[in-house]
């Protein structure tokens, strides 16, 4: 089935640690992107990608990175965790457009302790 | 003001209830509005989609939108102990990025 694969499902991580979720979809959409939900928050955009070879900032990009070195793979990496970025990331992908509609993968939940 | 604002409920009616869910926005400027579903420990996933003022169903969906009032809905007919979930309406920003709500949590009890 054609989707959005992420992993890993959950992490518990030491704060200071580096990490990276990882994100591939097989539809061959253009466009991906990362949020991070929140209880209270909601859906927040971290980083996005319009094309293979392109990112762009979203609403909260402090303290991750992002490369979209072809079209399939879209890695977000915390260089050095906090406590505030415990959450759930979920990735998500679009054929581009605005009339497209985002597919979300299942999401990632990370705890940094 | 927020850009989108939702009711985060929990909103709790018994089976076969109306259920209805809103959303207002200040952004002029959307011209698509989306209302995705999630279950719990799972991604959002599309449920309806609608571009400017009218309304559309789909089964026992139906979404409406009221550009002039900035106001969005989502009306679930005859609603099923499946429907229960979060609701989040979005809406699309300048940059082609989506602006979510924070979400509704409906219950619909047996």
């Known amino acids: 089935i054609a989707g959005i694969t992420q992993a890993p499902t959950s992490q518990i991580l030491a704060a200071g640690r580096r990490m990276t979720l990882r994100c591939t979809q097989d539809?061959?959409?253009?466009?991906m992107y990362w949020y991070r939900q929140d209880l209270g928050l909601g859906l927040r955009l971290i980083h996005y990608?319009?094309?293979?070879?392109?990112?762009g900032k979203g609403e909260v990009p402090d303290g991750y990175s992002v490369s979209r070195a072809n079209t399939d793979d879209f890695p977000l990496t915390l260089a050095s965790a906090v406590p505030s970025q415990t959450s759930v990331y979920f990735c998500?992908?679009?054929?581009?457009?605005?009339?497209?509609?985002?597919?979300f993968g299942n999401g990632t939940r990370l705890t940094v302790t | 003001q927020k850009e989108v604002e939702q009711d985060p409920g929990p909103l709790s009616v018994p089976e076969g209830a109306i259920v209805s869910l809103n959303c207002t926005y200040s952004?002029?400027?959307?011209?698509?509005f989306m209302w995705y579903r999630q279950y719990s420990r799972k991604g959002p996933e599309l449920l309806m989609y609608?571009?400017?003022?009218g309304n559309k169903e789909d089964g026992r969906f139906t979404a409406q939108v009221d550009k002039s009032s900035k106001y969005i809905s989502l009306f679930i007919r005859d609603s099923q102990p499946s429907d229960s979930a979060t609701y989040l309406c979005?809406?699309?920003?300048?940059?082609?990025?989506?602006?979510f709500g924070k979400g509704t949590k409906l219950s619909v009890k047996p």
């Open positions: 979005a809406m699309q920003g300048s940059q082609g990025n989506l602006i």
């Open positions: 952004n002029s400027a959307f011209q698509y």
């Open positions: 990608s319009n094309t293979a070879g392109t990112t």
């Open positions: 539809m061959r959409h253009n466009a």
């Open positions: 998500a992908s679009r054929q581009g457009g605005g009339n497209s509609p985002l597919h």
């Open positions: 609608t571009y400017s003022s």
